[in-house]
C-alpha cells in the first residue's frame, strides 16, 4: 500500500468510525502537542507503560539503535491515534500494533496509528527505531537525557504531556567501562560482549515523559546514605576535594526539612544525582537522577555567596521530588507552580539554616532583581501564561516564574498565616499525590484556609504582569509627623491593585523606627507614624517583603552605608538602583559613583556583590565611551583600595573580580596579566582554576597583544571537558574580526549552538562594549535566527542567547536594529516578542537616560 493510499485510508476510517458515545471532534495532526490534542488523549487514554531499551555505541559518530514496548487503554478508536515523534519515518524500521505488523505513517511530527489497528481496552504497540540524539546530550565520553519540557518526543515516540503519566521499564547497552543512573533502582546488569554490558532498572513510579531521564559516561562514582536511602552520586570532576560530603550532606538537609514540612516521607524508590559538565541549567529534577551543573557543586575556595547558591540549587531541586514531581502540572502553563514551590521551599531550607535576618536580606538580592528586571520592561509577562502548543513550553520559563512568584508566594502566606497555608499545601499534595493538578486546584484548597478573597488576589499577582509604584506624602507640623499617606499605581498598563504587606523604615540620626504596612487599597494612611518625630528619610519595603518600585530619597545618600551587613541596605541599594533606571531620583553616573564610594564601606559578602553587580551595569550599560575613558583610572583606584581596605578574604575576592570586571587601562592591565601569569593573587586571595580561566578570557578580551594567553590557560588544564570548552570559545575572542566573524557564522547551524552554556558565553565575549564596532553586524542576523534557536534549543537558551548578545549595546544604532525588527515583523510569535523587549530593555532605556 502506497503512503498517500495509507493516509487516505485513514481519514476515511476517522470520518466513517462507529463510536459507542458521543464521537469526539477529530483532532487535527499539527507539529508540536496542541492543547486539543493533550485534552482528547487526556480523556481517552491510560494505564501507560513505556518498555525502553537504547544501545549506547562507544563511539558518538554511530547511530543509537533502540526498541519500544508501549502498553495503554483506549476509551475509543474513532480516529487515529497520534503518537508524538520528532524524527523522519526512516527511523522507524519496525512498527507492530496489536500483534499485526504495518508499515509506519509520519505526519508533521507525529506516528499515526490507524483505527483499524486500535481497540478499546489493552492495547500494544512495539517499536524498533533510531533514536534521535539532540535531546540525548551526547559526548564523546558521556551523555544525558533531558526531555523538559516536550523533548522526550525528539528521541522516542511518546505520549509527550505532563499529564499522562506513566511507568517506565528501562534497560541500557553501554561500553562496560561506563557507569549508569536513571530514575529506578538498577536491578540486574549482563555482559553483552568484550566490551559491552547491559543494564536493566526497577519500573518507575507514575512519570510525565519530561521527567523520564538517565545518563551514562565514564564517570566517577560515590554511595553515601540520605536520610535512610542509599544515593548515588555520578561526576566527571578530576579533583573533588570536600565536595563530595558537602553535596550528600546539604540533600540531607534538605530531604529531612521537606519531609518534615510536608508530612510525607521522600516519595521515590531512590536518590541518585549526577554532576554534568556545563549542563543547560543549574540543575533538573529527575526522580532518581537528578542533574546538576557540576561547576555549581564543585566548588573551590568558595565565596559565601556560592556556597548559598550551592545549598539553594540542592534545596531547589530537591524540593521538586515534592512540587512537580509527585504532584505535576496538568499542561505547561502552570509550570510556574513546581518552579514557584522549588524555589519557595528552597528559601524556608535556607531560613532554617541562616535564621530570619540573613534570610530576609538574601531572598532580597536573589529575587528581587531578576524579578525587576522582566517586569519593568515593556515584554513584561504574567506569572501564569496561556499555552497553546508545548512547543512553545519552552517560552514559560523565564525570571518571573522563578522570582516574582517567590514573592507572590510569601505575600500570601503572610496573608493566610503560615500555619494555614502549610496546612493547605499539605493537603493539596495529599490530595494529588502522583497525579496532576492546576493553580486553580490549588487555590480552591487554599481559600478553604482563609477569610481573604485568594481568586482577587490572584488575578492580579498571578494572572497580570508588572508591579506597582509607590509614593508617599508626608506632613509634618512643629517636628512631628502629623499625617503620612502611601499611594500605589501600576507602572504600566490599566488601573489595578497589588495588596501586599511591607515595611518602612523611619530614619533618624542615632535611631530607626520600623512601621508594618497593610497595603490594600490605592492610599493608605499609616497611623501608627502620627506623633512620631520628622525623620532624616525614610526607607521603604525596609524589610525585604514588599513588591514595587518604592521611593528612593537623595536624603538617605550621606548614609548609605550607615546599616551596611543588613537588609536595610540591600533594600536602599535596590530601590535607588531600581529609581534611577526608572528615572528618577539619581543619575546613572551619579549612583555610580556612589555605590563605587561605597565599596569600602559595605562589609558584608552578599551585599557587597550586589553592589558590584549594579557597578558592572551602570558603568557598561549606562555611562557612555567617553565618560567610561575619563572615569575609569579613578574607579579603577577606588576598587583596588577598597579591596585593601577589605578584611575579609571573600570580600576583597569580590572586589577583585570587580576590578577584573571593568578595567581598561594599561596599568590595571598588568596587574590581572601578572596575577594570571604568575597563578599568585594579592591580598592572600585563594582562586581557583575557574577563576583563572576567567581572567584569561579577559585578559584575551582586553589586550590585543595577549594572543597566547588562552592557548597557554589550556595547556594547564588537566579536564579535558574545560579544554574543550576553553578551544570552542577562543575564536569568539580572537584579535582577528575574521575568526570571530566565522564563530558566529557557525551559529547558524544548530550543531553550531550545541553546546548552549558555551555558545552563550562565546556571545557575551564577542559582543562586550570593547569589541561592539565590530560585533553590530552580528545583531539582525541574531535576531532572525531566534526562532530557529527556540524550536531546537532547551528552554532557557532563547533568552539567555538574546541577553548574551544585546546585554550591553547602548547605542542609538543598535535600538535601531531592534525597534526596526520588531516593526517589521508585526505578527512575530508574541512570546519571543517579549523575550527580545525584556533582554533589550535596558538598551531602550539607554536612550533616555544617557545624554
Not at 515523534?85 to 499485526?100: C, E, M, R
Not at 531546537?792 to 544604532?813: E, K, M
Request: glycine share 4%; net charge neutral.
Amino acid at each position: 500500500m502506497s503512503m498517500k493510499i495509507f493516509y487516505k485510508s485513514l481519514i476515511c476510517l476517522l470520518a466513517a468510525a462507529p463510536s459507542a458515545f458521543a464521537q469526539p471532534k477529530p483532532v487535527p495532526v499539527t507539529t508540536g502537542v496542541s492543547l486539543e490534542l493533550a485534552t482528547y488523549r487526556y480523556a481517552v487514554i491510560g494505564d501507560i507503560t513505556y518498555t525502553l531499551h537504547f544501545h549506547i555505541p562507544n563511539e558518538k559518530a554511530t547511530t543509537i539503535p533502540a526498541k519500544e514496548q508501549l502498553e495503554f487503554t483506549l476509551k475509543e478508536t474513532t480516529q487515529p491515534l497520534q503518537l508524538d515523534f520528532k524524527q523522519p519515518v526512516g527511523n522507524i524500521t519496525k512498527l507492530v500494533v496489536n500483534s499485526v505488523a504495518t508499515q509506519a505513517v509520519m505526519s508533521n511530527e507525529h506516528l499515526l496509528i490507524p483505527t483499524t489497528l486500535l481497540k478499546s481496552g489493552k492495547n500494544t504497540i512495539e517499536l524498533e527505531f533510531t533514536a534521535g540524539e539532540g535531546s540525548l546530550n551526547r559526548n564523546a565520553e558521556f551523555l544525558y537525557a533531558l526531555f523538559v519540557p516536550d523533548r522526550a518526543r525528539f528521541v522516542f515516540p511518546c505520549f509527550d504531556q505532563p499529564d499522562l503519566k506513566a511507568v517506565f521499564q528501562l534497560s541500557l547497552e553501554v561500553p562496560s567501562d561506563w557507569k549508569v543512573l536513571a530514575n529506578g533502582w538498577m536491578k540486574d546488569s549482563l555482559p553483552t560482549s568484550s566490551s559491552y554490558t547491559s543494564y536493566r532498572f526497577a519500573p518507575t513510579e507514575k512519570l510525565p515523559t519530561y521527567l523520564f531521564s538517565f545518563t551514562t559516561g565514564k564517570y566517577s562514582m560515590e554511595q553515601q546514605d540520605v536520610n535512610g536511602k542509599p544515593a548515588t552520586f555520578l561526576y566527571r570532576e578530576k579533583d573533588p576535594g570536600t565536595n563530595i560530603d558537602s553535596i550528600f550532606r546539604l540533600h540531607r538537609e534538605a530531604v529531612k526539612f521537606l519531609e518534615q514540612w510536608t508530612g510525607i516521607p521522600y516519595p521515590f524508590q531512590k536518590m541518585g544525582f549526577a554532576a554534568i559538565p556545563d549542563f543547560q541549567f543549574g540543575g533538573m529534577e529527575h526522580p532518581g537522577e537528578v542533574q546538576y551543573k557540576a561547576s555549581a557543586l564543585f566548588l573551590q575556595n568558595p565565596t559565601k555567596d556560592q556556597l548559598l547558591a550551592r545549598t539553594n540549587l540542592i534545596s531547589h531541586e530537591t524540593a521538586h521530588m515534592w512540587f512537580g514531581d509527585l504532584v505535576t502540572m496538568k499542561w505547561f502553563n502552570d509550570v510556574w507552580m513546581k518552579e514557584v514551590f522549588a524555589n519557595f521551599m528552597a528559601d524556608k531550607v535556607a531560613e532554617d539554616i541562616l535564621g530570619s535576618q540573613q534570610f530576609n536580606m538574601r531572598f532580597l538580592q536573589d529575587h528581587y532583581p531578576r524579578a525587576y528586571n522582566v517586569d519593568r520592561t515593556a515584554g513584561a509577562n504574567p506569572i501564569r501564561q496561556q499555552l497553546e502548543n508545548l512547543q512553545d513550553a519552552g517560552t514559560m520559563y523565564g525570571d518571573i516564574i522563578y522570582h516574582k512568584a517567590p514573592v507572590m508566594m510569601r505575600q500570601i502566606e503572610l496573608l493566610m498565616g503560615k500555619d494555614n497555608f502549610r496546612k493547605g499545601v499539605q493537603e493539596y499534595l495529599h490530595t494529588y499525590a502522583y497525579g496532576n493538578a492546576s493553580w486553580n486546584d490549588m487555590i480552591t484548597i487554599l481559600a478553604k484556609y482563609t477569610k481573604a478573597d485568594l481568586h482577587k488576589w490572584n488575578s492580579v499577582w498571578v494572572n497580570q504582569p508588572g508591579r506597582p509604584v509607590f509614593d508617599y506624602q508626608m506632613t509634618t507640623a512643629n517636628g512631628k509627623i502629623k499625617q503620612l499617606t502611601i499611594t500605589q499605581h501600576p507602572e504600566s498598563g490599566e488601573k489595578r491593585l497589588w495588596p501586599q504587606v511591607f515595611d518602612i523604615a523611619l530614619v533618624y540620626p542615632g535611631s530607626v523606627k520600623e512601621l508594618r504596612v497593610n497595603m490594600n487599597d490605592y492610599s493608605t494612611a499609616i497611623k501608627a507614624a502620627t506623633g512620631k518625630e520628622q525623620p532624616d528619610y525614610i526607607l521603604f519595603n525596609s524589610s525585604g517583603l514588599g513588591y514595587g518600585l518604592f521611593p528612593s530619597d537623595t536624603a538617605a545618600t550621606k548614609s548609605f552605608f550607615r546599616h551596611t551587613g543588613s537588609v536595610w541596605s540591600s533594600s536602599a541599594y535596590l530601590n535607588a538602583y531600581e529609581n534611577t533606571l526608572a528615572g528618577r531620583t539619581y543619575k546613572p553616573a551619579e549612583l555610580l559613583r556612589i555605590f563605587v564610594t561605597g565599596l569600602s564601606q559595605e562589609k558584608e559578602e552578599t551585599n557587597l556583590k550586589l553592589l558590584t553587580n549594579y557597578i558592572s551595569t551602570l558603568y557598561w550599560e549606562f555611562t557612555t565611551p567617553e565618560e567610561r575613558s575619563r572615569y575609569a583610572p579613578e574607579m579603577e583606584n577606588q576598587i583596588w583600595t577598597a579591596m585593601q581596605q577589605q578584611t575579609l578574604t571573600n570580600n576583597k575576592k569580590l572586589l577583585l573580580k570587580a576590578y577584573q570586571d571593568v578595567y581598561t587601562t594599561r596599568e590595571a592591565g598588568k596587574r590581572i596579566y601578572d596575577i594570571w601569569e604568575q597563578q599568585k593573587a594579592p591580598m592572600d586571595i585563594k582562586l581557583s582554576e575557574e577563576d583563572y580561566i576567567s581572567m584569561a578570557l579577559t585578559i584575551a578580551l582586553k589586550s590585543d597583544t595577549a594572543t597566547n594567553v588562552l592557548a597557554a590557560q589550556r595547556d594547564r588544564l588537566k579536564d579535558n571537558d574545560k579544554k574543550d570548552r576553553l578551544n570552542f570559545l577562543m575564536p569568539a575572542l580572537s584579535a582577528k574580526e575574521s575568526d570571530r566573524d566565522q564563530f558566529f557564522a557557525a551559529l547558524h547551524d544548530k550543531k553550531g549552538r550545541a553546546k548552549e552554556s558555551w555558545v552563550v558565553t562565546g556571545l557575551f565575549y564577542l559582543n562586550h562594549p570593547l569589541r561592539q564596532a565590530t560585533a553590530m553586524k552580528y545583531l539582525p542576523e541574531s535576531l532572525q535566527w531566534l526562532e530557529d534557536i527556540q524550536r531546537t534549543g532547551d528552554i532557557f537558551f532563547p533568552a539567555n542567547w538574546l541577553n548574551a548578545v544585546f546585554g550591553y549595546y547602548q547605542s542609538p544604532a543598535a535600538w535601531k536594529v531592534v525597534s526596526g525588527f520588531l516593526d517589521a515583523h508585526p505578527d512575530y510569535n508574541p512570546k519571543l516578542k517579549n523575550k527580545i523587549l525584556q533582554a533589550t530593555d535596558n538598551l531602550h532605556r539607554a536612550q533616555r537616560l544617557l545624554p
